[in-house]
C-alpha cells in the first residue's frame, strides 16, 4: 500500500464509450502523474500536475483528457479510445522531486 | 530516443546468489531512482540517488552512481525468490522541467529457489 488508489483496477470498454479513471493520494504530494505502460514498452509519461496545474503533456492524444481538480485527486477521462490503447494506466504522486510514489494501475481493454 | 536504459534486459539467478543491473543514461540528471514491478502491478520505489552521491546502500539494495559515464547500478545481495520482479531505473533530466520523470524498459529479474 503506497498511498496511491486507483480505480477502477479493471476496465473493458468499446471504441464508443466514455469512461474516466480516478486517482487519489493523501500523502500530502504536490505532483500527481499519469504513465501508461504497454507489454515491452518503457513506461510513458503522458501527464505531469504541480499544485492541480498541468506542466506536462507528452504530446497525448486528445482523446485522453486529464483533470485535476485539487492536489489529491486526478483524473483520466477517456473517450473514442483505440485498440491500441489497451494498456496498464498508472497513477502517482511526488513531493516536489522526491521519490514517486505508485498506485496499483487500472489495466484497461479496449474492445 | 531513451533516457534511461537498462542491462540487462533479463536475468535468472539462483537464490542466494548477487544481482547486479545497470541503467545508462543520456543526458544530465538531477537525481536517479531504481524501482520494482511485480508483474502487473504499480512500481514500489527503492531508491533515490542525488547527482552528487556516488552510492547508497538500504538493506540488501546498493546502488552507485557515475555521471562522468551517465551509468547506475543496482546490486541485490543474497537474493531471493521474492525478489523476482522486473526493475527500473528513472531519471529526472536537468532542465528538462519540472518533475519530468523518464522510465526505462526494464529488468526481469527471476530468482529461483
Redesign the interface.
Given at each position: 500500500e503506497?498511498g496511491?488508489t486507483q480505480t477502477p483496477r479493471h476496465l473493458v470498454m468499446g471504441m464508443t464509450n466514455k469512461k474516466s479513471l480516478k486517482c487519489e493520494q493523501h500523502l500530502g504530494h504536490n505532483?500527481m502523474?499519469w504513465?501508461k505502460q504497454s507489454a515491452?514498452?518503457?513506461?510513458e509519461?503522458m501527464f505531469?500536475y504541480?499544485f492541480k496545474e498541468q506542466?506536462?503533456n507528452n504530446s497525448v492524444p486528445s482523446r485522453f483528457s486529464p483533470e485535476c481538480p485539487n492536489s489529491s485527486h486526478l483524473f483520466l477521462h477517456l473517450h473514442t479510445l483505440q485498440p491500441e490503447d489497451s494498456a496498464?494506466y498508472?497513477c502517482?504522486s511526488?513531493l516536489a522531486?522526491?521519490?514517486?510514489?505508485?498506485?496499483?494501475?487500472t489495466?484497461l481493454t479496449v474492445l | 530516443s531513451q533516457q534511461g536504459e537498462e542491462d540487462p534486459q533479463a536475468l535468472s539467478i539462483q537464490e542466494g546468489e548477487n544481482a547486479t543491473m545497470n541503467c545508462s543514461y543520456k543526458t544530465s540528471i538531477n537525481n536517479l531512482q531504481w524501482y520494482r514491478q511485480n508483474s502487473g502491478r504499480g512500481l514500489v520505489h527503492l531508491i533515490l540517488i542525488r547527482s552528487n552521491e556516488r552510492e547508497k546502500h538500504s538493506g540488501r539494495l546498493r546502488v552507485t552512481l557515475d555521471t562522468s559515464k551517465k551509468s547506475s547500478s543496482l546490486l541485490i545481495t543474497a537474493s531471493r525468490a521474492a525478489d523476482t520482479a522486473s526493475y527500473f531505473c528513472a531519471t529526472d533530466p536537468r532542465g528538462s522541467g519540472t518533475y519530468k520523470y523518464i522510465f526505462g524498459t526494464g529488468t526481469r529479474l527471476k530468482v529461483l529457489a
Open positions: 503506497t496511491v505532483a502523474y504513465y515491452k514498452k518503457p513506461l509519461l505531469v504541480n506542466t506536462e496498464l498508472l502517482a511526488s522531486a522526491g521519490p514517486v510514489y505508485f498506485g496499483p494501475g489495466r | -
